[in-house]
C-alpha cells in the first residue's frame, strides 16, 4: 500500500513538474515570430564547406571558359532539340563557389517562403524558439550538405520576382574541380557535359513559356495551402479542399520534374558521346559517384526524401530515352507542347502509354 502511494505520488510530482515545464514552454513572451531564421540557416550550412573555395580570380576565369564552351555547345544543342522562338536567348553561365551557391539557393528560399512564413508567425515562446532552432539546424544542414555536392545549376526565377543572380545558369566550380581532381577526369569535357545539361534546362523555359507558367502555378497551390488559417473553419476548408487539389499538383509537379530532369540527361549523354572524347570516362565515373555514398549519407538520402527525388528523375530519364529511341526526337518533343502533353507520372513507367495518348490528340 505505501509502495503505491509512494508511486502514486511520485507520478503526482512528475506531473506537477510536466505542467509547469508545458505551461513555461508555451507562456506567450511578448511579440511573435516567423519559424525560419536565415542567418541562423546560412551560419549552420557555411559551417559545413570548410575553407576550401575558389578565388574571385579563378571564378572569373572559370566564368570565361564557361561562356565560351556554351557558346560552341549551343548550336549543336539546338540543332538537336529544337529551335528558339524569336527574341528568345539562352543565359550566359556563372562560375560560383559552394558560398556562392548557398547565397543564391538562400535568396530563392527566401523570396519564395518569406510570404508564407509571414502569415504564419506565431506568438513569442520558449517552444518556439527551441522549434525554430531545431528547423533552422535542419534546413542549414541539408543546404551544407547539398553545397558540398552540387555541380550545376539553372534558376528559371519563378513568381516573377526580380532576378537573383544576372543569369541564371550556374556551375559550382568549387565542386567541379574537386570532383574532376579527385576522379582524375579530364577537366574540359566534364565542364562541357555538364554544360550540355544545364543550358538544356534552359533551353527547356525559354523555347516553351508555358512551362514557366505552370511550374508558378503549381507553386502557388502548394505555398497557398500551406498557409496558416486563422480560424478552425478554415483550417476545415483547406483540409477537405485545398489538400486533394495540393497532392494532385503535386504529382503533376513530380512527372513535369522527371521529364525535365530525364530530358536532359539524355541530351547531355547523346550529345556527350558524339561531341565529348572522354564521355566514357565521365559516365563510368558518375555512375561511380552516384553508387559510392558512404552509410550515413545514405541514411541523409533517404530521410530527407532526396534519394525518391533522384528515382523519380531515373524514371524521367528512362522514359525519355525509351522514347526517343523508340520514336525519335520528334516525337518525344510532344511532350513541350503544352500541361495536357506531358506524361502523367503513371505513365513515366509506361512510355508507350504516353505515346498512344498524345499521338491522338
Known sequence: MRRQVGRAALFGVLAGLATVAVA???????G????????????????????????????AAAEKRYRAMAAELEKPLLDFV????????????????????LDLNLSILQRVIDPVLEQGRVPNSLLVEVGRAGLDRYVGFMLGFLGKRVLGQYDPQLLGAEPVGAEGLYLVETNVEEWGRKAELPGEDLRRWLILHEMTHAWQFAAHPWLRTEMEQAMRVLLESTAMRSTPAARIAAFAGVLPAQWRVMRRVQATMSLVEGYSNLVMNVLGAELLPGFERLEEAYRARSSSKSVLEMLIWKLSGLDLKLQQYRRGEAFAKAIHDAHGMEVLNLAWQGPKSMPRLEELANPEAWYRRVSRS
Open 82 to 101: 529544337g529551335g528558339l522562338p524569336a527574341g528568345a536567348e539562352l543565359p550566359r553561365f556563372e562560375a560560383v563557389d559552394r558560398e556562392g551557391w
Open 32 to 59: 511573435t515570430s516567423v519559424l525560419v531564421d536565415w542567418i541562423e540557416v546560412r551560419h549552420e550550412a557555411r559551417a559545413r564547406f570548410g575553407r576550401e573555395e575558389t578565388s574571385t580570380t579563378a571564378l
Open 24 to 30: 513555461e514552454a508555451v507562456r506567450p513572451r511578448g
